[in-house]
Structures are given as C-alpha cells and as structure tokens.
C-alpha cells in the first residue's frame, strides 16, 4: 500500500485525482491540503467535493510543509500553483518524499525560460535536472526510478502522443511545419473565478486564446525535439466542461499508404495500454473519451498530396491531468500502469 498526499485537493484536479485514489486497491490518502485559497481552517474534503462524502475520514487542512513530511506518506501529489510549486518541492524532496508535481513549475529543462512563459523567476536548477517530464508512453524507465516528476500539461499530452511516433520515425517534412489546433472544455482553466469564465462567456461560444504564448507550447517543443519556428499552436475553449480534441496537421517527407502510418502508431502504442489507436480514416470524439484515462488517436492521409492530419482526443481532467498522475504513481512504484484507473 502506498500512502498518498494530496495538496491542493480543493480544485478540479484534486477532486478527480481523489475519486481515482479512492478506489485504486494499492494506494491510501493519509494527508489532504488546500494550497491556501481556502482559509486556514481544517475541514472535511465533501464541504467542496460533495461527490466524495464519505470517502476520507482525514480532514483537509491548509498548506504546511512540515506536516506533509509527518503524515506517513511516501509520495505526494501537487496540484498547485506554479509558484507553490516552485517553493515546496525542495522541501518535500529533503524530506525523502517522492513527488508528482501536476503544475509546470518543473515541465522546463531551461530556467530562463520560466520568466517568459510562466512570469516568474525559476531558481532551482537542480531540482529541474532532476525531474523526469511524465508521459509514461514514452519514459516509463525514468518515471520508475523519479524522485520528482512533471506531469505534463493537459493539451502538451494530446499532441505529444499524437506527434511522438512521426517524429521519432522521421517521416514528417519539417520544413512544411507542424499545426495544432487544439480546443478544450472550460475545467481546464481551473476553478479560479475568472470573467472569461462565467457561464455566458462560455456558452454557445467559441474562443481562441494564447496565441503565440500559451504555455504549454514550450514543453511540447522540448518533448518533440521541435524548433520554435517550425511549430504553430492554437488553442481554443470550448463551451463543455471536460474533454480535449486537437486537430494536427503535418506533411510527410515522402510517399506513404496509409496501412504504413498505422501500423507505425500500432507498433508505436503496443505496450500501452491507455493509448488507442483507431484504423486508418476513422477518428476520435471527446464523447469517447471523456470521464476515462484514455488517449484516442486517429488519423487521415491524402496520400496525393502527403497531407496527414491526427486526431487526438482525451479527457483533460483524466489523461490530461490526474490520471495521467496516477498513471506515474503506478509506474513509480511498480504497479502496472492502468491500476485504479480502469
């Protein structure tokens, strides 16, 4: 058993990663805090989750460092502000805890580039080096023996896993550039009360936003081994609750059938059991997705033209976020990586 605590339990995220640590038969919540937005009080968890009456007796309680090391626990789960991020995980790693961190306070190998995309000043450099970036499809021997880990960023996983076998194979023509077009339901932003999302801003609405700044823009191009240049990411929101569909376009450096592309993301995914590949000219929905731990990944080819556009899909909340959490929990301490999560 594997003893588990939750800072910033009181979000979305918190709330999702606690439904999915409540039934997983390997893991067990013994410390849960607000990362302070939620006075100083303690007070039990179901005051905000409701859906979770009766699921933790332990009281949720405000940000203190200290008590996270005393608790018992063995690993604990951030879903916190970058900022809180950045200040607590020092502490935590003295303390021999092991951590997976669900902001991008720890995403970025580059410490001057925090102050461009994050707005704050990254000082902790040798925790960066050691933080293993966390999509278990693609290193889960790092994950397994990570002190720290990065769980990567809910619209960064829908086009990492996408890309990532292309890529690695060499079969897309750079120079023709790499498109995402991304658009996510509103829970991706947070519970922070926010104009842009009250329900009449969101609606039956559409909306672009962070073009050319959004941030998980640079760990997709750290992950891919993508130039700056070479890349375009739009995201949009979308008036849904949960669920991300992203749309990419790419042209391949020569002639293939579509059989081939397939069979390269089916070799690719073979091993992973949250990835699921549709054949070839059949794509995914967030309907398919949506409240499960599943990446969907589907794609078409013109093959005149070697245009080919993928379509990932998955569940912002889920694999975007606390499942994906879980998943680098059961990596990290040698479950197999569905465990609690199907």
């Not at 604990?76 to 950045?86: D, I, K, N, Q, R």
């Not at 995309?117 to 397994?144: C, K, M, N, Q, T």
């Not at 993508?226 to 569909?245: C, K, V």
């Amino acid at each position: 058993m594997v003893h588990a605590a939750v800072v910033g339990a009181t979000g979305y995220v918190g709330c999702e990663l606690l439904a999915i640590l409540a039934r997983h038969p390997f893991a067990s919540v013994v410390c849960l805090m607000s990362s302070g937005r939620d006075g100083k009080k303690a007070f039990a968890i179901d005051q905000v989750h409701p859906k979770l009456r009766g699921r933790f007796s332990v009281l949720c309680e405000p940000l203190d460092v200290e008590q996270v090391s005393a608790s018992g626990c063995e690993v604990v789960f951030l879903a916190t502000p970058h900022e809180t991020s950045h200040a607590v995980v020092p502490a935590l790693l003295a303390s021999g805890l092991r951590v997976v961190d669900l902001s991008g306070a720890f995403r970025l190998k580059d410490s001057t580039a925090y102050a461009r995309w994050y707005g704050f000043a990254h000082h902790d450099r040798e925790a960066l080096a050691e933080a293993v970036y966390g999509i278990p499809e693609l290193a889960a021997s790092a994950i397994a023996k990570a002190r720290l880990v990065s769980n990567p960023g809910c619209y960064a996983t829908s086009v990492i896993l996408a890309l990532a076998p292309l890529l690695k194979a060499g079969w897309v023509d750079l120079g023709a550039g790499v498109i995402a077009d991304s658009k996510s339901g509103a829970s991706g932003a947070g519970r922070a009360p926010s104009e842009k999302l009250h329900f009449p801003e969101v609606n039956e609405n559409l909306r672009a936003y962070g073009v050319f700044n959004h941030r998980h823009v640079p760990e997709m191009l750290q992950a891919l081994d993508l130039a700056e240049r070479d890349f375009t990411f739009t995201p949009h929101l979308l008036p849904i609750t949960r669920g991300i569909l992203s749309t990419i376009y790419v042209r391949l450096s020569r002639e293939r059938e579509a059989s081939a592309v397939e069979a390269l993301f089916q070799e690719f995914y073979a091993a992973a059991p949250l990835v699921r590949v549709y054949p070839a000219g059949k794509l995914p929905e967030i309907q398919a997705v949506a409240h499960t731990p599943y990446a969907d990944l589907g794609f078409a080819l013109d093959t005149s033209t070697g245009k080919l556009i993928l379509v990932s899909a998955l569940d912002n909340l889920g694999k975007g976020a606390a499942g994906q959490a879980v998943q680098n929990l059961n990596v990290m301490f040698g479950f197999p990586q569905e465990t609690g999560l199907l």
